[in-house]
């Protein structure tokens, strides 16, 4: 018995298209044009819902997406639509199920860490949400998909102690001239930056006279170029130590040079493992240079409202989150510090904190 091929006739808005699919047999073909008819009558767009979902995607991520964001997060995007051509293949619209997703989400993860597991999952929800709204698919298949992940969490330190934050400073100011990224490293640790501020910099963001930081801008290494900050409170001045900003001075004899740091994030990364090293301190990511500032402030009893004014947060709700393990150290030795001011006992014992 040969192939049965069967044509059936949607409308796409004022647009009349046909569809077409070729079976091996009658019954299958007569059962799948059944189906069809059903879903026209439902409202089922047919015509799309024939398209891949990873054709879908980036038509979705073109007309949803691009536009409304930062140029960064534009090339997140452009990177997932590859996620998704690789994950889902040739996979149409009508052919997804929460087992399929389910599947093609758990295949993901087998390789990859829950957290980016999860990235993927909430965007293919966003999607897959239009599609519905739009009657691309014609019932929720996509709510009750799951992030997994085989691979186990990496337990990294965030931020470093005290004692080694004061170690990884000295060094950097030591060896400063030795390596750019030792610089770019030093400001990270002494202002709390995040990474791709402190590559924006350029000559007419420090006052040295009053020995301070406008933080205006962020350098994108993905893209190549200077672009917003990450929220309108990541605009905010500095100030930093003098030492800091004599150092940043005398880099402005470079000629040609526009920013005060040419490098990009790669190989101050790449730096940055080194240095620990070879100081045998724990490490840290660039970004932990930020959570160590931060911390190291709290430590050292400067106030939550401050620090979280320096780094930028909208809220100190958002520091308290971030940093709740330095905040409960602080609370356990003001209790101490509370106890022993009001006993009359000279040799008071310590109290035995909750925190």
Known sequence: MGATRVVVSTTEGTVRKKVSRTFATKKEAQKWATKMEAERNDGINIAGSSMTYAEYYEQWVKDYKYGNLKPTTEHLYKHRINVIRDLFGSITLSQLSHAVLQKKIDEYGETRQKTTVNLIVITVKASLKDALYDGYIPRDIFSRVKPHSDLEPVNRIKALSATDFKKLQDYLFAHYAEHEANLVLLALLETGMRVGEALALNYNDLNALFDSISIT??????????TKPKTKTSTRNVKVTHELAQLLVDRKDRKNAERYFEITLYPVEQHLKKVL???????????????????????KGVSVNYVSERLGHANTAITQLVYTHMLSEERSNEADKTVKILSKSPNVPKAKSKY
């Not at 801008?217 to 200077?226: G, L, N, W």
């Open 277 to 299: 090293k070879a100081l045998k301190l724990p490490q840290i990511t660039v970004h932990g240079l930020r959570h160590s500032h931060a911390s190291y402030l709290l430590y």
């Open 217 to 226: 801008k962020t350098y994108s290494t993905a893209i190549h170029t200077m």
